[in-house]
């Protein structure tokens, strides 16, 4: 575990130290995978639906069940807000009903982000 | 003592005698051994345990989901036996992961959420055995993620151990599944 720990600091280190590498959204897809137990592109589940996410206010797609706590946040999606989000959900808006410690790593974020905001553009998410 | 024995008690008092009483004894006799420590229910009042809950409840939606989407898989006549049988088995796996959940969820003083009426399931994309199976191992890899994303967030240590204990069943779901689709079964020495 320690080991691991170490690895994990060494490669954000690295990371933290070269210039940010550009974002990746074909890496950002694999790191999409981890929400795929409760998020779909295009249709609600435990989590609600991520097209048409860029711009939407947090907690209003019409019909999902959203916590008292995501309604109220007042945040609206965008690069930014997700970034912070996504590091680390359960601090960023107290109360959310998405239990999840979140995406630490810068990268895999900036990776991630750029997925859903590629697949946002795409025709799937459009219609 | 196991997590599921704890959910079945009938006050924390209770849970607390349970272990200090019987905890050997259901040790070995129990299948699910998800164990819980002593302090498991001792320290869960207030915010901690809102927020456990509202962590157990997201993992509940996700495996209720889960048993839905099996029930699909085997009713789409698309597997065959041996894969079917998996399938069903796995399910079972689910239902229990959704059956302790859900009392652990009432134990702490929370409202479990239910099954919902109806799922979406991207049903026009799943042709053949195959595409049955890739879909199942995305939700299987998925569940994984989410409880490797649940662990450190728990505030009580006894529900991350049991959430550690789900999240390796749902690992060797997902190795099966790609095993079953010819893939590297275990293809990296992490999980993410």
Request: proline share 4%; aromatic share 6%.
């Amino acid at each position: 575990m320690k080991a691991l720990a170490f690895l994990v600091a060494g490669a954000a280190l690295a990371l933290a130290a070269g210039a940010a590498p550009a974002a990746d959204p074909a890496a950002g897809e694999a790191i999409y995978a981890r929400c795929l137990a409760c998020h779909a592109l295009a249709y609600d589940r435990t989590g609600p639906r991520h097209c048409g996410l860029f711009g939407r206010r947090a907690g209003s797609v019409a019909g999902f069940a959203y916590s008292e706590a995501m309604k109220r946040s007042k945040i609206v999606w965008n690069g930014k807000t997700l970034d912070r989000f996504l590091a680390n959900p359960m601090a960023a808006v107290p109360g959310t009903a998405m239990g999840y410690a979140g995406v630490t790593d810068r990268q895999e974020r900036a990776d991630l982000i750029a997925y859903l905001e590629r697949e946002n553009r795409s025709a799937a998410c459009r219609k | 003592m196991s997590f599921l024995t704890l959910a079945n008690a009938a006050n924390p008092l209770e849970a607390r005698r349970a272990f200090l009483g019987k905890s050997g004894l259901l040790l070995s006799g129990t299948a699910v051994a998800l164990m819980a420590g002593r302090d498991a229910l001792a320290a869960q009042a207030g915010k901690s345990a809102e927020s456990d809950v509202r962590v157990l409840n997201s993992a509940l939606g996700a495996e209720l989901e889960a048993i839905a989407a099996y029930q699909v898989g085997a009713e789409s006549g698309l597997l065959q036996k041996p894969v079917l049988d998996l399938a069903v088995t796995f399910q079972g796996h689910h239902k229990e992961h959704a059956d302790v959940l859900s009392k652990t969820i009432v134990k702490l003083g929370g409202k479990p959420v239910a099954a919902k009426p109806r799922y979406t399931f991207p049903t026009d994309t799943l042709k053949n055995q195959a595409d049955v199976l890739r879909f199942a191992a995305s939700l299987e890899k998925g569940a994984v993620s989410a409880y490797l994303g649940a662990v450190p967030v728990f505030g009580n240590r006894d529900l991350a151990k049991a959430a550690a204990s789900i999240l390796g069943d749902e690992a060797m779901h997902w190795a099966i599944l790609r095993n079953a689709l010819g893939e590297a079964p275990v293809p990296a020495a992490f999980m993410a």
